[in-house]
Structure formats: structure tokens, C-alpha cells
């Protein structure tokens, strides 16, 4: 993506996700920060829980490789500039309320005459349009609406948010996805687009069969599982802490092998018509088994006799993996004020390699765009800062 | 002359290998988005989706008509062919030849050991675009574990950030990997389609399912690198938010998540509940004391919304500007508010059933089009049409194609199980 022009525009979590992958492909990616910054420099987490916004982990993972200018759009002088680096840009990535843009005459509606070219991609939880557009939301509430939340947990208590933020993280990687698809459609069409990604409707794709089975049947599938969906295909406690294995028929006999139990390898369970009825028991011998042996001794196994096995896995295994150092899936960074970093580096490996350079600082690239690369002389910038603008 | 319904893949061509759900949902963006996307399976090598959750009745064509199969292969063609055998892998050679994408989710040693090696693949196209969508990678120790999307989300560290709060892991209700590696692996092939158009060159993508999903945990690298801190589990709970929880609702597991974020939506909440004395209590005078106070201040809503269904609920804390989702059951989600007005749902027709709703574009658009145009293919429905009109291979060699079961008609012997 190297000589792509992105101006993100985005806060919090999804679009600066999208753009911080557009960065690590090459492109030039200059974040536009209202003066106090992004959200997520006010979402930790910070060395020694000492909140600073130079430091937090939120934004030093999801800006990495893109250049930082403050600009304040509610200021005509931050239009100005906005509108300037948008005009030449191939992509600007936005996750305002929707008609934010439009109100400061920086909408798609600006955007296509100015750029016919330019795709414009607005992250947000419900979309531009409909009776959700404005409604407030957290992770937990777009977790809710998505229909994700209804399917994870115990089946017997409360049903259960998923770790960190993946509604939002979620909406990011569809952006990114989307982003691309869009851009090759303007190289080889000639045409840009105006993508408008809701994370409910993204996260609601991503359901299984739980909707289109009561859509096209006419009756709820199930609901919670929590984690057994099937004596085989579930997590259970080890000795060193939790281990899964999810068998579909054709694997289960090597997975019985794996176990050395006989009854096992013999019906009722060897026998997939014969096995669900006799689930509780399997399930005991299972919690046996399990719990016996190490996380490691039981990925060992799978590996050995090929079924689908692993065990869960914190970031601390992920930091000492060997796979990940095997693939250099983490980079590390010993940051001069946040420390020693390591995060996740790439989503593929190929030819292009990814860039892996740092977040900037807080408005760190204001003059080297404005004077450099803007034409503003040296002493507009002071009173640019004063008018707020930057 | 391009306009706004020219879609961004259309005049594109995928070579989709793919099965069960990650793949196949990667294959399925770019068919939606405009690519001629060919799925191609051997007659004893079928895609185990359509046995997995059949539909309710086993009917003559019950591998063409579940949900599951439907939902994913949408707007793709089928093309059935055993690339085991020298005629079927040769012909397979000719449509990679007008192909510009290969996408495959085998493990790692699948495609080398049917002889459809990288080299072999670029021999048909040079400039072809190879995605490789393993669990693990196709590198490294681990790269041979076999890994649904289940135990991707264990192996890639999100597992071991959900939870309630007594220790115990949890997996999503989805196999989380499967359509997360998926929009992946959309992308990786279609950033390969950039960097051909840009440079002339194909690109070949080594995709691993598990480090997707790992980077959608970054915060939690943040923590362990600078503390040596691992997240806790926090259930429905937040680091400062509070009251932030699911709440039961009238009727049997039924439930509403809330959350307030600051001090406006707290008077927000308070007057969607009508102003109960017990708000008004020191408990709840800013956010830290609200944090602190959050057991008892759970259990006085959780008295409020017990009383009420979810959708009162919903409707009181809309009124008043606060987050809140009910939390909604896939009969709910169809009939969704939000997604209803936005024109979600799509209809789609398979052989078994009256057409039913799924969801359509997934990335809304400036194309106001409908976004499926054919349902899922039959088993090998469009073998003829691929091998006459794209394959050069004669009407009259068909029949021996099918005695020599190259190809095939309806997948041989695929058994009626439903892994549940």
C-alpha cells in the first residue's frame, strides 16, 4: 500500500484498528486527533496503572505506524486542514455520529465531488441510517443487540460478555476487509464508494447458524451451551488449568486412541448415531482424562494422533510461544516512555512484510504535515494552536 | 463506464477450495462483493458443512438445503470435481489458469500432498493470488495441529479473557475463529488482487486463524508487557463502569444488558425507572461511589427490570439515553428494529424450503442493490456450464467424466449426522 494516502479520522477501537493494518501494509496513514486526543489514550492500560496519554496500551497497539496531527473540527481553520488532506486522499476512515461530517461539510456527499475516486469509510455501532443511528452503546449493549451475547455463557446463569472489546475489534477487522474491497474496486474501476459498516449488523453476520436456522425453520435452535456443546467438543479443567477439543465424526478415533481408553474406542461411543445418548458418561470419562495431564501434554497429543485439540492459551503463553517466535508474530518495542512492548505484529505473512513502527505522540507529526507538506508557514502554527485548531 | 453499482470484485475469478465455515466465509464476502466465486468439490470430498445441523426433514436434496451450507455459499457456483485423479486435477489446472484467486483452508500438508503445490499452482497462473488460511500457519511447531474455530479461540489468548469470575474460561457461543480468520483471509486476498494491480505481481498469503484472532486482544498484550498483569475476568462487569451488568427480565431467560458510562446517563436510568427513592442515596452520587456501591445498585435494577420484559426495558432506557441491549435470541435478532429498517435480511431459496430471511451486505455500500443475487449452489449444479463454456471440455465427454467419478451430481455417500 506504500504511496496510499489515509487520513483516519477515527477514534476508540474499530476504525483505528482498520487503519493501523492500512499503515502496517505501507500506506501513509496521518491520524487526525481533536487536540485533547483519541479516546483510547484515556483507556489505559499504563505502566504501573499511572494513567498518562502518551502510554496507553489501547491506543500504542492501534496506532502503530501512522503519523499523529491534532485538529480540532470544530474550528473552520480544522476544516480547512481536514478538508485539504481529505481532497488528496485515496481513503479516509471516520467513526463520528453519523452526519457529524456532514454538518462541518465534510461528508461523503463533499468527499465524491472533491475526489470522485475516494473511498470513505464510516465505523460505527449501528450505521448511518435507521432508528438505532443515535442510540448510545457500549461493548456489553452492542454484544446484546448483535445476538452474541444470547449464545455465550452457562446455559443455567446469566448470559455472558466475552472478553476485552470484541464487538468493537470485530467491526475493525470487517472495516479493514472492507476497506480493502473497496479500494481495488476504485483502482480498477475508477470509482470510489461510501462503505457504512454497523458493528450489530457485522457481529450479526457472524451467528452460525443460530438466525438462518430459525429463519428458515421457524424455531429458536438452541440457546447457551456454555462450554460443552458435546462431551467432545467442549473445555475442561487440567492440571495446569483448561484444555478443549472439538471432535466432529470423523475425528473422534483418533481422539479415542489419544485418550489409550478402551471403552472408548468401542460402542456405544465409537459410534456417532449411538454417542450423544450416552453424553454424560462420556463426558465423565473425559473430566478423568483431562484432568490428569498437563495443558502441553494434551496439545501434545492432539499433534501426535491429529485431532482437533488445543488448550487455553493467556497472553503470557502467547508472549513465550514458540510457534509465535517461529512466524515473528509479536514485535517488540521498548517504548521511551510506556516501556517494553510486545503485541501482535501482522495478520498474514506474504511477500509485502509489514511495517512495524511505532504510535506517535500526540500531535507529534503537526508540523512536519502542516509546514512541510501544507504549505502553512512556521508562525501560522502558533496561531493555529491558539484558535484551538490544533 | 463505472457507476456505483459496479461492484468492487465483479470480473474477478476465485478458485475457492474451501470448507466448513472460515473459509467459505471468506469466499462468500467475495462472491457477495462481485467475484465469480467457483467451489469446487470432490464427489467423496464434499464440504462437511452440509452435513453439519441438517435441515429439520431429510428430504432428496437434504445436503443442498441447510441453513448453514445456504448462509455460506450464497452466490457461488458449484463445480464438482476429484482432483485426485489426473483428468479431475487437470482440469482444475485450466480454470486456476483463468482464475485470479486460489483460497484454501486445508491443513497445512493438504494442498502439497494432493500435488497442488504453490509451484504447481503458479505454473497455471504466474500472477495468481494464493491464500492459505491453516489454523496454525504453515510454518513453525504447531503448524500441523488441527484447529476448529473453538480451539483457535482458546489457542489465540481470548478464551482465557472471558469468564464470570471464579477462575473459569469461557468460549464464545460461535466458533469465534472461523468467520474472524475469515474476514482475514477476504482481505489478504484481496490485498494480494491490490499489489497485482499496482506491481503486475501474484502474492501468496500464509494466513495462521489463531494469530487473527490474538489481534483482536491488543490491550491485553499492553498489560501483561508493561505489569506482567494478565486482564481478569470481569463477567458482565466493567474496570469503572457501573451499573454495567445483564439484568433478568419477565419471562424465562430473558435478559437486558445496561451499562452507564457517566453521571448524565445514571440520571438517565434513574428516570427511566421512575425515580425510586433509593437512587437518590449517597450509593449513587458519582461514578467511583456507583463503582464501589455496584452489588446492591445491581440488585435494586435487577428488581426493576425483573418486573418488566426486556423490550420495556429497552424502550424506558432509550427514552432516556442509555445504554441498554436486550439480549436478544435469534428470533429477536429477525425481527430487529435497526436491521429490519436498514433492509438486513435478504430473502433466499433453497430446494427444501419457502424462502426464508439471512442477512445480506455485510459492508453497506453506495450500491443500493439487493447483495444475493443465487442461492447456494446444488451439489456440482454448475459443473456442465464451468467445463463446456469455461474448460473447453466437449458435451460428449461428460458422461465418462461421471462414470469415471471425476464428477458428480449429488455428493456419494455423505452421512446424515448432526454433530449435536
Given amino acids: ?390 | 463506464m463505472a457507476d456505483y453499482a459496479t461492484k468492487p470484485l465483479d470480473g474477478i475469478r476465485v478458485a475457492d477450495l474451501t470448507m466448513m465455515w472460515a473459509g467459505p466465509y471468506a469466499a462468500k464476502l467475495l462472491a457477495d462483493y462481485g467475484a465469480d466465486v467457483v467451489k469446487i468439490e470432490a464427489p467423496k470430498q464434499w464440504d462437511n458443512i452440509r452435513t453439519l445441523f441438517p435441515p429439520d426433514q431429510i428430504t432428496e436434496q437434504w445436503f443442498n438445503s441447510g441453513a448453514y451450507f445456504q448462509e455460506f455459499s450464497r452466490n457461488k457456483r458449484g463445480l464438482s470435481l476429484d482432483l485426485k485423479q489426473p483428468r479431475g486435477k487437470e482440469l482444475l489446472g485450466r480454470l486456476i489458469a483463468q482464475s485470479d484467486v486460489v483460497i484454501e483452508n486445508y491443513r497445512t500438508e493438504v494442498m502439497d500432498s494432493l500435488g497442488l503445490t504453490e509451484e504447481w499452482l503458479r505454473a497455471q497462473r504466474p500472477d495468481l493470488v494464493i491464500v492459505s488460511m491453516a489454523g496454525f500457519g504453515k510454518t513453525g511447531p504447531e503448524s500441523l495441529s488441527m484447529g476448529y474455530g473453538p480451539i483457535i479461540e482458546q489457542m489465540s489468548g481470548l478464551a482465557s479473557l472471558s469468564g464470570y469470575g471464579d477462575g473459569i474460561p469461557f468460549k464464545s457461543g460461535i466458533s469465534y475463529g472461523d468467520p474472524i480468520a475469515g474476514i482475514a483471509a477476504a482481505a489478504a486476498a484481496v490485498t494480494g488482487l491490490i499489489r497485482r494491480h499496482r506491481t503486475g505481481q501474484g502474492m501468496t498469503v500464509d494466513l495462521s486463524q489463531r494469530e487473527i484472532v490474538t489481534s483482536l486482544i491488543g490491550e491485553a498484550f499492553a498489560l501483561w508487557s508493561m505489569n506482567q498483569r494478565l486482564q481478569p475476568h470481569l463477567g458482565n462487569r466493567h474496570e469503572w463502569m457501573a451499573p454495567h451488568n445483564a439484568y433478568p427480565c419477565r419471562g424465562e431467560d430473558q435478559w437486558v444488558a445496561i451499562s452507564v458510562a457517566n453521571d448524565a446517563q445514571w440520571a438517565g436510568l434513574v428516570a427511566a425507572m421512575d425515580d425510586p427513592a433509593w437512587a437518590a442515596d449517597e450509593a449513587s452520587a458519582d461514578q467511583a461511589s456507583r463503582w464501589a456501591h455496584r452489588d446492591d445498585l445491581d440488585e435494586r435494577i435487577a428488581a426493576w427490570t425483573q418486573a418488566r420484559t426486556k423490550e420495556d426495558v429497552f424502550a424506558a432506557c432509550r427514552a432516556h439515553d442509555v445504554p441498554c441491549g436486550p439480549v436478544w435470541n435469534s428470533t429477536d435478532l429477525l425481527a430487529d428494529e435497526q436491521l429490519n429498517a436498514r433492509g438486513y435480511y435478504e430473502p433466499i431459496k433453497d430446494p427444501d424450503h419457502a424462502a426464508w430471511m439471512t442477512h445480506g451486505w455485510v459492508w453497506r455500500w453506495t450500491n443500493s442493490g439487493p447483495c444475493i443475487l443465487a442461492a447456494a449452489p446444488n451439489f456440482g449444479q454448475h459443473t456442465r456450464e464451468i467445463l463446456t463454456e469455461l474448460l473447453g471440455v466437449d458435451e460428449s465427454e461428460l458422461p465418462a467424466l461421471a462414470q469415471a467419478g471425476i464428477i458428480a451430481d449429488a455428493p456419494v455417500d455423505p452421512p446424515i449426522v448432526s454433530v449435536l
Fill in chain 1, 1 to 390: 500500500m506504500a504511496g496510499v494516502r489515509v487520513i483516519d479520522l477515527s477514534q476508540g477501537i474499530s476504525g483505528p484498528y482498520a487503519a493501523k493494518w492500512l499503515a502496517g501494509l505501507g500506506a501513509d496513514v496521518i491520524k487526525l486527533e481533536p487536540p485533547a486526543g483519541d479516546v483510547s489514550r484515556a483507556a489505559g492500560p499504563w505502566p504501573n496503572a499511572e494513567p498518562h496519554p502518551e502510554t496507553s496500551g489501547l491506543y500504542l497497539y492501534l496506532n502503530t505506524n501512522k503519523r499523529s496531527l491534532t485538529c480540532n473540527l470544530d474550528t473552520s481553520d480544522g476544516r480547512a486542514i481536514a478538508g485539504q488532506l481529505c481532497a488528496a486522499a485515496d481513503i479516509v476512515i471516520e467513526s463520528n455520529p453519523a452526519g457529524y461530517l456532514d454538518e462541518r461539510g465534510l461528508g461523503y456527499d463533499w468527499l465524491r465531488q472533491a475526489k470522485p475516486a475516494a473511498v470513505m469509510v464510516s465505523v460505527t455501532p449501528f450505521g448511518q441510517t435507521g432508528p438505532y443511528a443515535h442510540l448510545p452503546s457500549t461493548e456489553i449493549t452492542l454484544y446484546a443487540l448483535s445476538g452474541q451475547m444470547g449464545v455465550t455463557g452457562d446455559p443455567n446463569r446469566e448470559p455472558l460478555k466475552n472478553g476485552g472489546s470484541q464487538p468493537s475489534y470485530q467491526a475493525g477487522l470487517h472495516a479493514f476487509a472492507a476497506t480493502q474491497t473497496a479500494y481495488l474496486g476504485a483502482l480498477r474501476h475508477g470509482l470510489g464508494t461510501h462503505l457504512d459498516i454497523s458493528a450489530q449488523e457485522t457481529f450479526a453476520s457472524m451467528l452460525e447458524y443460530f438466525a438462518s436456522y430459525t429463519a428458515q425453520n421457524g424455531e429458536e435452535y438452541r440457546a447457551r451451551m456454555g462450554n460443552m456443546v458435546s462431551a467432545v467438543w467442549g473445555i475442561y479443567p487440567c492440571l495446569d488449568g483448561y484444555a478443549g477439543m472439538c471432535i466432529l465424526p470423523r475425528n473422534y478415533d483418533r481422539m479415542a486412541a489419544a485418550t489409550g481408553i478402551p471403552e472408548l474406542q468401542q460402542p456405544p461411543f465409537n459410534d456417532p448415531h449411538q454417542r450423544l445418548e450416552h453424553d454424560d458418561t462420556l463426558q465423565a470419562i473425559l473430566y478423568g482424562w483431562f484432568a490428569g495431564k498437563t495443558r502441553k501434554q494434551l496439545h501434545a497429543a492432539a499433534l501426535e494422533f491429529g485431532f482437533p485439540g488445543g488448550y487455553v492459551a493467556t497472553v503470557e503463553d502467547l508472549v513465550a510461544s514458540d510457534q509465535n517466535a517461529h512466524r515473528d508474530f509479536l514485535q517488540h518495542d521498548d517504548h521511551p516512555l510506556a516501556g517494553p512492548l510486545d503485541f501482535p505484529a501482522h495478520l498474514w505473512r506474504a511477500e509485502h512484510g509489514w511495517d512495524r513502527g511505532r504510535a506517535p505522540l500526540l500531535g507529534q507529526h503537526n508540523h512536519e504535515i502542516l509546514v512541510g507538506e501544507l504549505g502553512y508557514d512556521p508562525d501560522d502554527l502558533a496561531r493555529l494552536r491558539e484558535l484551538d485548531a490544533i
